[in-house]
T-cell receptor, first 110, second 115 residues
């Protein structure tokens, strides 16, 4: 079992729709959770972090964490073609080591 | 510099040769990570340095891989006797402190091609 799992996609949504990206993790002791965005040929960049159960909103992005279910999600509202990228879920425990999932490719069609 | 700097940006080598990849993190960042990304894949954890603690080497795929970090700053990833399966983008990242604020800043990566 991989430590952090994501559906590789691609996930295709029309412009203006809500994109929902999901991630599960195996280490129940994980404490910090992140979503990174990676455009083709570029390095990843952090878009959201979440540390406690519930929702965290930042502009069009909402991160959701459910530690009991070991599940993290990212919602992107009013999706734009510029949101088309690979979204990487990352998880760390108390050692600070950050483990990434395989990433989900999102395609937003105009 | 303002960001994480990696060199070289591209490296082509012959099977069996040794290579060294360099990472210069953001000044003041105590945590430094190396990841490997094969085409179309996610980031594979290789090694993690945090301050003066012993590095977490649990992701190194074989004993041909090693890394060091000198003076808490620059890091070098060495791959000995390179194999074709080592071909990938090697990404270095640094972060300020650790738990609770692990925003990683990535370098542009080194594209390694083993012929």
């Amino acid at each position: 079992q991989k430590e952090v799992e994501q559906n590789s996609g691609p996930l295709s949504v029309p412009e203006g729709a809500i994109a929902s990206l999901n991630c599960t993790y195996s280490d129940r002791g994980s404490q910090s959770f992140f979503w990174y965005r990676q455009y083709s040929g570029k390095s990843p960049e952090l878009i959201m972090s979440i540390y406690s159960n519930g929702d965290k909103e930042d502009g069009r992005f909402t991160a959701q964490l459910n530690k009991a279910s070991q599940y993290v999600s990212l919602l992107i509202r009013d999706s734009q073609p510029s949101d088309s990228a690979t979204y990487l879920c990352a998880v760390s425990g108390n050692t600070g080591k950050l483990i990434f999932g395989q990433g989900t490719t999102l395609q937003v069609k105009p | 510099g303002a960001g994480v700097s990696q060199s070289p940006s591209n490296k082509v080598t012959e099977k069996g040769k040794d290579v060294e990849l360099r990472c210069d993190p953001i000044s003041g960042h105590t945590a430094l990570y190396w990841y490997r990304q094969s085409l179309g894949q996610g980031l594979e954890f290789l090694i993690y340095f945090q301050g003066n603690s012993a590095p977490d080497k649990s992701g190194l795929p074989s004993d041909r891989f090693s890394a060091e970090r000198t003076g808490g700053s620059v890091s070098t990833l060495t791959i000995q006797r390179t194999q074709q399966e080592d071909s990938a983008v090697y990404l270095c990242a640094s972060s300020l402190v650790a738990r609770g604020d692990e925003k990683l800043f990535f370098g542009s990566g080194t594209q390694l091609s083993v012929l």
